[in-house]
């Protein structure tokens, strides 16, 4: 059943995208992440353009990591005091990724920005979480004991996040983190989840156990604000195809969630990697090869 | 609009003259004068019928008649950007804005343009996609280009292959000597907006006359209310969209709630 979508101004079939929404929130319920990094490459390949791609994917993760923040409320596995300090960056971070998607929108630079955003952060990513997950295996089957936890760390769950020791306290390092993902995200179409999750349980040394929760707080405020920016300034926000998307997405990542329980978490985290490295190198592939056409048409709006 | 367009037309004609007695003129119809996209628009077929009326006094011509339509869409500002590899990467470097640009063009005749007529009478009448004026902004200057060049080329390319440029020298028929038929396909990513539909006749390869009409083509209902609230109201549609976004979220939170 094709579908015409009022802003993107193309016909799309409604199960191809309801079946993309239940797809992507299967993978983002499993690993507890947004899952906007592999929405909006999806968008832009079923030919919607990337900028109401990167618009439209914010209100589908808003949609998502709502209903994830309120399974994770009742389970009081979100520090709210840490997500509160992240938000403070994320909210300006928001806004200038914004000012920067319009900027480089006008300029024409826009779709390779995102490209090598793509292939660069992915790809570190990516990399990064399959070697780390690999030596946790490793160490596993060698019979060694997991790696342990800082001392003191586990007190962020009691609520007290300021109160550690010297190395965390500061909130300065909270706020940046909370503004570069804030940033990354509204330029890229991401909730930044994937930044956040390891940014957090490497950098800050947050537990596991309220990382995904608070990541999913941040998730949340950051892009529900990207949706009502993009739609205020650049008027890309497809609703129709944002809905299509999110009712997939919710029932997608229920199913998710209950998948990702059975997987053990070095394993989750090194499939998780390699899904992350491949859309950066999918990206890194159209950069690098010479394309089939070099010229492209873009519509350009001034009012008519 | 239509006015306008009979004394275009008119005008047009007695240019066609051109100090012979020519008595045939055009009676065209459309299937609709308004396409409607909706929800669930996937594009139209539109059908122009056409008459050649000749009066008494006109002999028959030999060599039978011959017939372009072209349906020019709203015109758009594009630009066209060329990719260049630098450092090893590919980026938008070059680009050309084409002001004006017809937003849909499709050129459709009974048999191949060139047969129709010289190249000299279709440039002159910008008929095809060859002869059809697209304005560049060149170093802040506007002018056409030559057919050659290379953005131009392009331009026309890519929108060949999104279906908005067309050239279909099997569109129209005639199924009486007198009476034709054109099939207008409407893809679905045209642009909303005034569609020009002009008729021109031929015959021997001499321009006989024009009829001029057109076909408007907009958003309706839901689309409508989308792209309008979109567009005017933008604040409050992301706040709409972001309060529907939520309230999926927490309908999927009550509806697979476990404990």
């Known amino acids: ?304 | 609009m239509r006015r306008l367009g009979i004394s275009l037309a008119a005008l047009l004609l007695a240019f066609g003259l051109n100090g012979q007695a020519r008595a045939e003129h055009l009676v065209v119809a459309l299937s609709t004068h308004q396409v409607q996209i909706n929800s669930s628009f996937v594009g139209t077929d539109l059908v122009l019928f056409g008459a050649i009326e000749r009066d008494e006094k006109t002999v028959a011509r030999s060599g039978g008649y011959d017939i372009v339509v072209r349906v020019t869409g709203p015109p758009q500002t594009e630009v066209t950007r060329r990719k260049s590899r630098v450092l090893g990467i590919w980026v938008n470097a070059e680009s050309r804005v084409f002001l004006e640009a017809p937003g849909y063009l499709a050129v459709l005749s009974n048999r191949p343009l060139n047969e129709i007529a010289g190249p000299e009478v279709l440039r002159r009448y910008r008929i095809g996609l060859e002869n059809v004026t697209l304005p560049q902004v060149i170093a802040g200057d506007i002018g056409d280009v030559p057919v050659n060049d290379p953005f131009r080329m392009a331009f026309l390319r890519l929108n060949r292959e999104l279906r908005l440029y067309r050239e279909a020298p099997n569109a129209v028929t005639f199924f009486a000597p007198h009476l034709l038929r054109a099939a207008i396909r409407i893809p679905a990513n045209v642009p909303v907006g005034t569609y020009i539909v002009d008729v021109i006749l031929f015959s021997e390869g001499v321009m006989l006359g024009t009829s001029n009409s057109a076909i408007e083509i907009q958003k309706v209902g839901f689309e409508q209310f989308v792209a309008s609230s979109a567009h005017e109201h933008g604040l409050l549609y992301g706040l709409a969209t972001a309060g529907l976004a939520l309230l999926t979220g927490w309908i999927a939170s009550v509806v697979f709630r476990r404990d």
């Open chain 1, 1 to 304: 059943m094709e579908i015409y979508l009022p802003i993107a101004d193309i016909p799309v079939n409604l199960f191809l995208l309801f079946l993309m929404g239940i797809a992507v929130g299967f993978i983002s319920g499993m690993f507890g992440i947004g899952g906007g990094f592999l929405m909006t490459p999806l968008l832009i390949f079923i030919g919607i353009s990337p900028a109401v791609a990167v618009a439209s994917v914010a209100s589908h993760i808003s949609a998502s990591s709502f209903s994830g923040v309120i399974a994770y409320w009742r389970r009081s596995a979100i520090d709210l005091a840490l997500a509160l300090m992240l938000l403070c960056g994320g909210i300006i971070g928001t806004a200038a990724g914004v000012w920067l998607f319009s900027f480089l929108r006008s300029i024409g630079q826009l779709d390779i920005t995102i490209g090598l955003s793509y292939v660069t952060l992915l790809s570190i990513v990516g990399g990064m979480m399959i070697a780390e997950s690999m030596r946790a295996i490793l160490r596993a089957r060698q019979g060694k004991p997991a790696e342990l936890r800082r001392p003191g760390s586990h007190t962020w769950i009691h609520g007290l996040p300021f109160k550690q020791s010297k190395i965390y306290v500061s909130a300065i390092p909270v706020v940046v983190i909370g503004f570069l993902i804030g940033f990354i995200g509204a330029v890229m179409g991401i909730g930044g989840g994937f930044l956040l999750v390891p940014a957090l349980i490497y950098l800050m040394r947050v537990p596991t156990g309220v990382v995904v929760g608070t990541s999913m707080f941040l998730t949340l405020v950051t892009m529900t604000g990207a949706t009502v920016m993009h739609a205020a300034t650049n008027h890309l926000v497809d609703a129709v195809l944002a809905l299509t998307l999110m009712v997939g997405g919710v029932i997608g990542a229920q199913f998710g969630a209950r998948a990702g329980q059975r997987i053990r978490g070095e394993q989750l985290r090194l499939l998780l990697g390699i899904l992350v490295l491949m859309v950066g190198l999918r990206f890194a592939y159209d950069l690098i090869l010479q394309p089939d056409e070099l010229y492209s048409v873009r519509h350009l709006e001034n009012g008519m």
